[in-house]
């Protein structure tokens, strides 16, 4: 029985592709990618610390890894680094679109245009560019699995943060379109979406006790996530059923429920 779990949850053999997975969320998917044995790609704007971590996940778990520079804002950018991925391993089998930034924590009516267009650009355009290229590749290899990480604040209301929850609400939806089109050529499609959890991009919000404590009490389980508590769902979704695709998993601890 353990010979077939472990199998059922191998990578060895697959080439995955994370974006942003040098840090935080996208650190911990990297890991367990890593783990399952897949060649690791780990791309962002910030190629030297990519070039880190592939090193440090090369040599952990003995696969081939590698970290490349990639601006997802940039279509050059993107088209050019799943071309190089294509060429080194000779097929792209899971994308992870992790990248994203954060909100710039105003009232709607006080953003500006580029406030907005600088979020959407990078959480929904990002995730639309790389998606594109990738399933281009997926379409001529007949299968392949996308892996979009959204948010709860694609599904609830966070005061401060219209701009944010409005990307992350087209990327669920830019997911289940995705699903249906890229159905016929063995392609899947799905979503994460997290809750709130300790990473370094939540250091500072997170240091202040009134914020934790505010999250605690309207979460059902009353605690903030650890970013490790993804690590299953996505080895799930990089490893899951051809049966499976246009799904979302909400790892919240029950917040998007209240």
């Given at each position: 029985?353990?010979?077939?779990?472990?199998?059922?949850?191998?990578?060895?053999?697959?080439?995955?592709?994370?974006?942003?997975?040098?840090?935080?969320?996208?650190?911990?998917?990297?890991?367990?990618?890593?783990?399952?044995?897949?060649?690791?790609?780990?791309?962002?704007?910030?190629?030297?610390?990519?070039?880190?971590?592939?090193?440090?996940?090369?040599?952990?778990?003995?696969?081939?890894?590698?970290?490349?520079?990639?601006?997802?804002?940039?279509?050059?950018?993107?088209?050019?680094?799943?071309?190089?991925?294509?060429?080194?391993?000779?097929?792209?089998?899971?994308?992870?679109?992790?990248?994203?930034?954060?909100?710039?924590?105003?009232?709607?009516?006080?953003?500006?245009?580029?406030?907005?267009?600088?979020?959407?650009?990078?959480?929904?355009?990002?995730?639309?560019?790389?998606?594109?290229?990738?399933?281009?590749?997926?379409?001529?290899?007949?299968?392949?699995?996308?892996?979009?990480?959204?948010?709860?604040?694609?599904?609830?209301?966070?005061?401060?943060?219209?701009?944010?929850?409005?990307?992350?609400?087209?990327?669920?939806?830019?997911?289940?379109?995705?699903?249906?089109?890229?159905?016929p050529y063995g392609i899947q499609v799905n979503t994460?979406?997290?809750?709130?959890?300790?990473?370094?991009?939540?250091?500072?919000?997170?240091?202040?006790?009134?914020?934790?404590?505010?999250?605690?009490?309207?979460?059902?389980?009353?605690?903030?996530?650890?970013?490790?508590?993804?690590?299953?769902?996505?080895?799930?979704?990089?490893?899951?059923?051809?049966?499976?695709?246009?799904?979302?998993?909400?790892?919240?601890?029950?917040?998007?429920?209240?």
């Amino acid at each position: 029985m353990s010979d077939s779990i472990e199998n059922t949850f191998s990578l060895a053999g697959k080439t995955v592709l994370i974006t942003g997975g040098y840090r935080g969320i996208g650190l911990a998917i990297t890991e367990i990618l890593a783990a399952a044995k897949a060649n690791i790609v780990i791309a962002s704007r910030n190629g030297e610390a990519c070039q880190k971590v592939a090193r440090e996940m090369s040599e952990q778990y003995q696969i081939e890894a590698v970290g490349m520079k990639m601006d997802i804002c940039s279509t050059e950018q993107v088209d050019e680094t799943i071309n190089a991925v294509v060429q080194r391993f000779d097929k792209l089998d899971v994308l992870v679109n992790n990248s994203g930034v954060d909100s710039n924590q105003k009232l709607f009516v006080k953003m500006t245009d580029e406030d907005v267009n600088k979020i959407m650009d990078t959480n929904f355009g990002g995730t639309f560019r790389t998606s594109r290229a990738a399933a281009r590749e997926m379409m001529k290899q007949k299968n392949g699995k996308i892996i979009n990480v959204a948010s709860i604040a694609g599904k609830i209301v966070v005061a401060g943060m219209a701009e944010y929850c409005a990307s992350k609400a087209a990327v669920r939806h830019l997911t289940r379109c995705m699903a249906v089109e890229l159905a016929p050529y063995g392609i899947q499609v799905n979503t994460i979406c997290p809750g709130f959890f300790y990473t370094d991009m939540t250091t500072e919000a997170f240091s202040n006790p009134d914020i934790v404590n505010s999250l605690t009490k309207k979460t059902p389980i009353k605690r903030i996530g650890n970013a490790d508590e993804l690590k299953t769902t996505a080895l799930y979704l990089a490893t899951c059923p051809p049966f499976v695709t246009g799904t979302e998993i909400f790892v919240d601890g029950g917040y998007s429920l209240i």
